[in-house]
């Protein structure tokens, strides 16, 4: 990259230049240059400094396979370091932003959870905690919208017993998240589907219990006054 590599330079020159690019928004080469620190100088301790620099501008100017990749080498070569708890916050930002809209692959949305619930397992205490158990909500949330997408594809074909097993995922894995009161109302629509009528009116007792007065319960005391009235009768 032109300014970086072909001139050796002193590590605190080399460094402050790396981050006077940064604060200018030139990302692309403030990264180029904090490697440069790392490669030209890779014992000192501004390369360590360098490393993780690295890693965040790497992240902020959204390269952020690079930014997992410092960030991990951070971590490899400085374990104990007092900024670990940032570069694995780093990564987890990482796969958080990259993850995408409930009709693609779901991979990068489940490595993002594993590395924000890796952040609080960890440092439990630390700020970058407390952010990563907001973002495991919202995580979890788009996962169960996708466990919602499939059970729903499979109840428009008729897939009965397997849009079931998406619903109860969703029950059983994500009861927490906004999709619940709906996968309980899905799963009334299918047990009455299958022919187990009793079951029907489980999940809707449950949906009435937890959310009393959502549309979602409204729809299945419907439903179930509808295909099977004689449920309601013997209350």
């Keep these: 990259m032109k300014d970086t590599a072909y001139v050796a330079r002193d590590v605190e020159t080399l460094y402050a230049a790396a981050k006077a690019r940064l604060d200018a928004g030139d990302y692309k080469m403030a990264a180029g240059l904090f490697d440069e620190v790392e490669r030209q100088h890779p014992y000192s301790e ?6 993780l620099m690295s890693a965040f501008t790497y992240y902020a100017q959204g390269d952020y396979n690079e930014s ?11 374990p104990g370091n007092k900024d670990a708890p940032y570069a694995y916050y780093l990564i987890a930002m990482s796969y958080y ?10 991979r990068t ?24 158990r907001l973002k495991i ?32 995922n969703v029950i059983e894995t994500y009861q927490t998240t906004s999709h619940a009161p709906e996968a309980l109302y899905r799963l009334t629509e299918t ?9 029907a009116k489980r999940y809707a007792a449950v949906l009435g219990a937890n959310y009393p007065g959502s549309e979602w319960y409204e729809r299945a005391y419907a439903l179930i006054g509808d295909k099977a009235p004689e449920l309601l009768a013997s209350n």
Aim: aromatic share 8%; charged share 25%; net charge neutral.
């Design 97 to 106: 932003e990259q993850i995408s809209d409930i009709q693609r692959d779901q």
């Design 191 to 199: 047990s009455l589907a299958l022919g187990v009528p009793m079951e």
């Design 137 to 168: 909500d919202l995580v979890n949330d788009h996962l169960a919208g996708k466990e919602m997408e499939i059970g729903r594809y499979y109840q428009r074909s008729g897939k009965w017993l397997a849009a079931q097993i998406r619903f109860q």
């Design 46 to 51: 501004w390369a360590r400094r360098a490393q």
């Design 68 to 78: 997992i990749g410092a960030a991990t080498r951070f971590l490899q070569i400085h």
């Design 109 to 132: 949305t489940r490595l993002a959870l594993a590395a924000l619930t890796e952040v609080t397992r960890r440092y439990p205490d630390s700020e970058y905690a407390a952010d990563a």
